[in-house]
């Protein structure tokens, strides 16, 4: 094997494997990462990491990201197929398994995750593409005994100005054997033929025949089934337990102590349910048993007295003299991502290695975890990566991989461990509870003066161990410190709290509340300076070009100004997340109790350029909903250090009669694309309070919406 440098060359990027039962084996290394030669006597077609073109004209891609609903499986053999000049239609995907010759480029590490998955792979996978089809155009024009610039490929197929051609299948053995180009050239994107089509997805047909696997629909011989007695309350731990009654239930085989808590281990989810709720356990209620949310609150509140790690500074709003002020403390629930799979893994444990097949988004991790914890080497941790009943971050955390390894190692067989909703709605893994005090000051012409801006909230990255035990988590300001609107002024700062709640990574992670808290200001500053709150924001874009661009598509696509029925207005905000940039305007109305209802949302979104804009619409819608059923409905709350949601019932979601008419609208761009699964969540929130506050007058600063807000 040969070391990768850090910064490759494009040659050094690009690998190509040898000839493999006679098909064309092309593979690409990651930055700082090891590669190997597929083995020239392996089984037929065995892939390398990355692409196998058969002996058939099969075209596979084999893909390093987990696919969550965001459409990878298609979206990144999209990016292999058009430099490839390959058949669509022949075009098939697999999983891949762990190893680090799958990392995500942007993190080093698999895994899925900060809407990267299209543009870290765009350049390798283009690149890979295209190294594979000069060597098919060269082992045709060897073949024919003709100048390759005579050749071209298309569709599969390699073609000569005489009309001779010959199929990727026919070549793939001798083209194997070509020398590697040194700078394949992509293709010119006025030339894209798959690239920026709505093509259909790869996935789709094995999730209405039934066939998609998803980590829930693993099945083996001997499986068993476990379910946890997890803390009743944060910071709980196990003092001691009775397994008499939940053993006297038919089919449970096993009670064993995990670090989760106690595991009843069943020939099936319901034995092993009614087991695990028959368990007598005794429970030490910890330090902070009596925590509740609003002892959270007014401690963050606190905390937003004294000084805090300084995310950005520009001028001194210490000295600033604006001619008018205003001051506003805006705040933000934890919340649960509320997957719609459970969170489930499974795990076999025995003498030869670690066998893992997860709905995870953290194949690498999970191995590393993994193998601290057993003792196991990597080498002999496997994971397979199943499809994921939505991940929204949450499937980043190892907890469910962790306890199926234990139970499996405890009772000797493999294992199933499946949380309940409400095990997983009561599981410590929020987006963190968030409290922000934002001061600001406009000039004559009310313009911004200033922005001094405080945020307190726990750090995501210190819980994920990603980050630092001290310093600025920049998660905590993210979507507030890019305040791209013209302010001489500008301040930010963020003050850690740490109540013991455990939070994690939600979708669109602190952009989330830190957009409602940016749009929610800035609407409130148009306001007091008597301005129309679109042209406003416009007015102070001028060196944010993509920032207004997508202002003025949203505006313009919903009929910004445009007279609406009796008893509905509209609000509009605007986010950086990610890369990309979306704008969205809501039209909302209050039902006769007081209960706000969202007719129509339109989305401007610019996130680069397009794979697949049906995907890209698809996400955004799916993000608008999201985000939307936070706004209306999210909040997890504590009394007595108890979690006090549990399921659906009481945690709410935006239901499909509830749905507003959702457009999306692309801006045609030449740059490369930016993520796209989680920016169309940050805006949703602002847009329907500044929509609320159009209609009512009532300035709302406190997330969710609530019905009691807007009561006549």
Not at 219 to 230: E, F, N, Y
Not at 310 to 332: H, K
Not at 562 to 579: H, N, Q, T, Y
Request: proline fraction near 7%; aromatic fraction near 6%.
């Amino acid at each position: 094997m040969n070391a990768i440098p850090s910064n490759p060359s494009r040659r050094e990027f690009l690998q190509t494997a040898a000839v493999a039962g006679g098909g064309l084996l092309v593979g690409f290394a990651m930055p700082g990462r090891w590669t190997e030669a597929a083995d020239a006597g392996s089984a037929p077609f065995q892939p390398n990491a990355f692409i196998r073109i058969g002996t058939d004209d099969s075209i596979t891609l084999i893909v390093s990201m987990a696919e969550m609903g965001q459409g990878v499986l298609t979206s990144l053999p999209q990016l292999l197929a058009e430099d490839l000049e390959a058949d669509w239609r022949r075009v098939r995907v697999e999983q891949a398994p762990v190893d680090a010759a799958y990392n995500n480029p942007i993190f080093g590490m698999q895994g899925t995750g900060g809407s990267t998955s299209v543009r870290a792979f765009w350049d390798p996978l283009r690149h890979a593409g295209a190294t594979a089809r000069e060597m098919l155009i060269t082992a045709a024009a060897t073949s024919w005994g003709v100048d390759r610039s005579s050749c071209h490929a298309r569709d599969g197929v390699v073609h000569h100005a005489s009309g001779k051609k010959l199929t990727y299948g026919a070549l793939a053995a001798s083209a194997s054997k070509v020398a590697v180009p040194t700078d394949a050239p992509l293709k010119d994107p006025k030339d894209f033929r798959i690239l920026g089509k709505a093509l259909p997805r790869l996935d789709s047909p094995g999730k209405i025949n039934g066939s998609a696997r998803f980590g829930l629909d693993v099945r083996m011989p001997g499986l068993l089934t476990a379910v946890i007695a997890r803390p009743p309350a944060v910071g709980a731990k196990v003092t001691g337990f009775d397994a008499k009654r939940a053993k006297a239930v038919a089919g449970v085989k096993h009670v064993v102590q995990v670090d989760g808590g106690i595991a009843v281990v069943a020939d099936g989810f319901w034995a092993a349910k009614t087991g695990r709720d028959a368990l007598d356990v005794q429970w030490d209620p910890g330090t902070i048993s009596g925590l509740s949310s609003k002892d959270i609150r007014a401690a963050m509140l606190e905390r937003l007295k004294t000084p805090g790690l300084v995310a950005r500074t520009e001028g001194d709003v210490a000295t600033a003299s604006p001619a008018a002020t205003l001051e506003a403390v805006y705040e933000a629930p934890y919340l649960a991502h509320a997957c719609m799979e459970p969170m489930n893994a499974t795990a076999s444990v025995t003498d030869a290695g670690v066998e893992i097949w997860a709905p995870t988004q953290a194949a690498g991790v999970n191995r590393a975890v993994i193998a601290k914890i057993t003792g196991v080497a990597p080498e002999r941790v496997s994971v397979t990566t199943t499809l994921l009943g939505g991940g929204f971050g949450r499937r980043f955390a190892q907890d469910f991989v962790i306890a199926a390894v234990q139970v499996s190692k405890a009772v000797g067989a493999p294992v199933k461990v499946v949380y309940t909703r409400e095990d997983d709605m009561r599981g410590l893994f929020y987006r963190p509870a968030s409290v922000a005090r934002l001061r600001g000051g406009l000039d004559g012409a009310g313009k911004p003066a200033l922005l001094d801006a405080r945020v307190a909230c726990p750090s995501v990255m210190q819980a994920s161990g990603m980050g630092p035990p001290t310093g600025l988590d920049e998660t905590a300001v993210e979507g507030l410190r890019e305040w791209p609107y013209a302010t001489p002024h500008v301040h930010v700062e963020w003050s850690q709290h740490e109540p013991g709640v455990g939070v994690w990574f939600w979708r669109s992670v602190g952009n989330s509340q830190n957009a409602f808290f940016a749009e929610s200001f800035i609407d409130e500053l148009a306001h007091a300076a008597k301005q129309d709150p679109f042209a406003y924001r416009r007015a102070l874009l001028d060196k944010h070009p993509r920032h207004r661009a997508v202002l003025e598509l949203a505006a313009s696509k919903a009929g910004w100004g445009s007279p609406l029925a009796k008893g509905r207005a509209r609000g509009i905000a605007v986010c950086e997340s990610f890369g990309s940039f979306v704008a969205e305007v809501v039209e909302a109305s209050l039902r006769p109790d007081g209960t706000p209802q969202v007719h129509r949302v339109v989305c401007a979104v610019d996130c680069g350029m397009t794979v697949n804009p049906g995907i890209v619409r698809r996400q955004v819608q799916s993000a608008v909903i999201y985000g939307l059923s936070a706004a209306l409905h999210g909040e997890i709350t504590l009394e007595g250090g108890r979690i006090q949601q549990k399921n659906f019932d009481d945690y709410p979601v935006v239901r499909i009669d509830a749905a507003p008419a959702i457009e999306v609208h692309l801006i045609a761009s030449t740059e490369k694309p930016t993520g796209i699964g989680e920016p169309g969540t940050p805006p949703i929130a602002p847009a329907l309070g500044n929509a609320l506050f159009a209609l009512t007058g009532k300035r709302v600063r406190r997330l969710p919406f609530k019905t009691q807000d807007f009561a006549v």
